[in-house]
């Protein structure tokens, strides 16, 4: 939405008739007008046209605070600093850089930790935020590597936990402040998939996590731009999902309302490490999402069929493979089940160092799953969506991501729901299927083996299954009268 602002327009903006379609509504119908003005120099243009619209645009203006160690600390500050600025904000974002997306970010010197730090603890001094948002750089390094390889990564596991504390303890400062509205929505982007006990077992961190509605969380894992074919032995891919689990997740579990669970960019959820939270329960969940979470059981959605209290699943990038050729010395290590698999005899027999299997879940039988299990569920979303968006392909402009879990509502078989896992390629081991659903298999399998098109071969009886669980939910809305 735009508004415009040439010099007659201003001349005229104390005139009552410039104005009188607005100025004649309700407050609360030109609230959610001005609510849906996105653009900043549009809502600055509003607030000259009136003092009552200059009410509205200003609180939809600051309804945000920003705090970044580089240049976002002034005005962080000032905002903070100002009684009449102070009460806006609801949504408090918290960033390590100023683009937590730059490749090869500096580290930051010592007095500009310490000036972070202290800015931190002026989160108190925002009495009506109920949500917060950290994001960390997109870059990380497990513990068993060596530096030399790790050029440009520079938050280190113990800065991470280190920059965690300061913000648990700005909010914990903050729950002490009389009048201070609870922060009930936690979001972190590009959290470590490294288990961090010694932050998760303290009292600060079951403090500040028991008091939240919403625990939403974007994971990322190592990648070593100099030897990305042995990415998938971290050992922190063995060990968070339990991690995730035992710590994270159940430490939220009997008072989340809305959880989200994404992988920046890897398949998860299957192996190395299992994701099973199937001990836990939440009770008062009603939304869930969950993005490139990968499936290779047939029992793997039995966590989520528990969760009866459910009315909105999104599953973004969310896939079943169907296909796995993973070392037998891996094998061995992450103890992989292989229950529900079928073994594949290798082209070179005995020889290869590598087991192939075939894995027959499908995503009919998933939705069909979906449909009966949840009878609360009145809204599915299903689509794959670029990690960049799509701004050529006429498709969704927003990227993927934890933080834009919302802004994409289709439901819908893209052909990338299926996918294979093969640990000898590069520069991923779970190569995606092209836009026409096809699979490079890259596989030394036995002659007479031939490999589908998955997305052809079981896409009437997927859109089938999918279009009856839509159903499904349509039916539950309007019972409910929504």
């Given at each position: 939405?735009?508004?415009?602002?040439?010099p007659?327009?201003?001349?005229?903006a104390?005139d009552?008739?410039?104005?009188?379609?607005?100025?004649?509504?309700?407050?609360?119908?030109?609230a959610?007008i001005?609510?849906?003005?996105?653009?900043?120099?549009?809502?600055?243009?509003?607030?000259?046209?009136?003092?009552?619209?200059?009410?509205h645009?200003?609180?939809k203006?600051?309804?945000?605070?920003?705090?970044?160690p580089?240049?976002?600390?002034?005005?962080?500050?000032?905002?903070?600093?100002?009684?009449?600025l102070?009460?806006?904000?609801?949504?408090?974002?918290?960033?390590?850089?100023?683009?937590?997306?730059?490749?090869?970010?500096?580290?930051?010197a010592?007095?500009?930790?310490?000036e972070f730090?202290?800015?931190?603890?002026?989160?108190?001094?925002?009495?009506?935020?109920?949500s917060?948002?950290?994001?960390?750089?997109n870059k990380?390094?497990g513990?068993?590597n060596?530096d030399?390889?790790h050029?440009?990564?520079t938050?280190?596991i113990?800065?991470?936990?280190?920059?965690?504390?300061?913000?648990?303890?700005?909010?914990?400062?903050r729950?002490?402040v009389?009048?201070?509205?609870?922060?009930?929505?936690l979001?972190?982007?590009?959290?470590?998939?490294?288990?961090?006990?010694?932050?998760?077992?303290?009292?600060?961190?079951?403090t500040?996590?028991?008091?939240?509605?919403e625990?939403?969380?974007?994971?990322i894992?190592e990648y070593?731009?100099?030897?990305?074919?042995?990415d998938?032995?971290?050992?922190e891919?063995q060990t968070?999902?339990g991690?995730?689990?035992?710590?994270?997740?159940?430490?939220?579990?009997?008072?989340?309302?809305a959880?989200?669970l994404?992988s920046?960019?890897?398949?998860?959820?299957?192996f190395?490490?299992?994701?099973?939270?199937s001990d836990?329960?939440?009770p008062?969940?009603?939304?869930?999402s969950l993005?490139?979470y990968?499936?290779?059981y047939d029992?793997q959605?039995?966590w989520?069929?528990?969760?009866?209290?459910i009315?909105k699943?999104?599953?973004?990038?969310?896939?079943i493979?169907?296909?796995?050729?993973?070392?037998?010395?891996?094998?061995r290590?992450?103890?992989?089940?292989t229950?529900?698999?079928e073994?594949?005899?290798?082209?070179?027999?005995?020889?290869?160092?590598?087991?192939?299997?075939r894995y027959?879940g499908?995503?009919?039988?998933?939705?069909?799953k979906?449909a009966?299990?949840?009878?609360?569920l009145k809204?599915?979303?299903?689509?794959?969506i670029g990690?960049?968006g799509d701004?050529?392909?006429?498709g969704?402009k927003?990227?993927?991501?934890v933080?834009?879990?919302?802004?994409?509502?289709?439901?819908?078989?893209?052909?990338?729901?299926?996918v294979?896992?093969?640990?000898?390629?590069?520069?991923t081991h779970?190569?995606?299927?092209?836009?026409?659903?096809?699979?490079e298999?890259?596989?030394?399998?036995?002659e007479?083996?031939?490999?589908?098109?998955f997305?052809?071969?079981?896409?009437?009886?997927?859109k089938?299954?999918?279009?009856k669980?839509?159903?499904?939910?349509?039916?539950?809305r309007?019972?409910?009268?929504?």
């Open positions: 939405m735009s508004w415009q602002t040439d007659s327009s201003q001349a005229n104390s009552p008739n410039a104005t009188l379609h607005l100025q004649g509504l309700a407050p609360e119908v030109v959610n001005v609510n849906h003005v996105d653009e900043k120099d549009s809502l600055r243009n509003l607030r000259l046209v009136s003092k009552s619209m200059d009410e645009a200003r609180r203006m600051f309804e945000k605070v920003m705090l970044t580089e240049l976002g600390i002034d005005r962080w500050k000032h905002i903070a600093d100002s009684e009449s102070s009460i806006l904000p609801r949504h408090a974002i918290i960033q390590t850089r100023d683009d937590p997306d730059e490749d090869y970010a500096e580290d930051l010592g007095d500009q930790m310490e730090e202290e800015a931190l603890k002026a989160l108190s001094k925002f009495p009506r935020l109920n917060l948002e950290l994001t960390f750089t990380c390094a513990k068993d060596d030399w390889i050029t440009g990564v938050e280190s113990d800065g991470r936990v280190e920059i965690l504390q300061w913000v648990f303890q700005a909010i914990k400062d729950m002490g009389e009048g201070s509205s609870r922060i009930r929505s979001t972190l982007r590009n959290l470590q998939n490294a288990p961090i006990d010694e932050f998760t077992d303290s009292e600060l961190f079951s500040v996590m028991q008091q939240l509605d625990l939403h969380i974007g994971m894992q070593n731009e100099h030897g990305p074919d042995h998938y032995t971290c050992v891919l968070f999902p991690h995730l689990c035992s710590k994270w997740l159940a430490a939220v579990a009997p008072n989340l309302r959880l989200s994404y920046a960019t890897d398949n998860w959820g299957c190395p490490g299992y994701f099973d939270p836990l329960s939440f008062k969940l009603e939304t869930l993005g490139y990968t499936l290779t029992d959605l039995d989520l069929l528990q969760q009866k209290s009315t699943l999104v599953m973004h990038n969310c896939m493979a169907p296909l796995l050729r993973i070392d037998k010395e891996n094998m290590q992450w103890k992989t089940s229950r529900d698999w073994p594949i005899a290798s082209q070179w027999g005995e020889a290869d160092p590598s087991d192939i299997f027959r499908t995503w009919s039988q998933f939705f069909d979906i009966d299990g949840l009878p609360n809204e599915f979303c299903f689509d794959y990690i960049y701004y050529w392909g006429g969704e927003t990227p993927y991501g933080q834009h879990r919302h802004d994409h509502s289709k439901a819908k078989v893209f052909p990338k729901r299926y294979i896992f093969n640990n000898g390629i590069l520069p779970w190569p995606e299927a092209r836009d026409d659903g096809q699979l298999t890259y596989f030394e399998l036995s007479e083996l031939d490999i589908p098109n997305h052809v071969e079981f896409l009437k009886n997927d089938a299954s999918l279009d669980l839509l159903e499904k939910c349509r039916a539950r309007e019972g409910a009268g929504i």
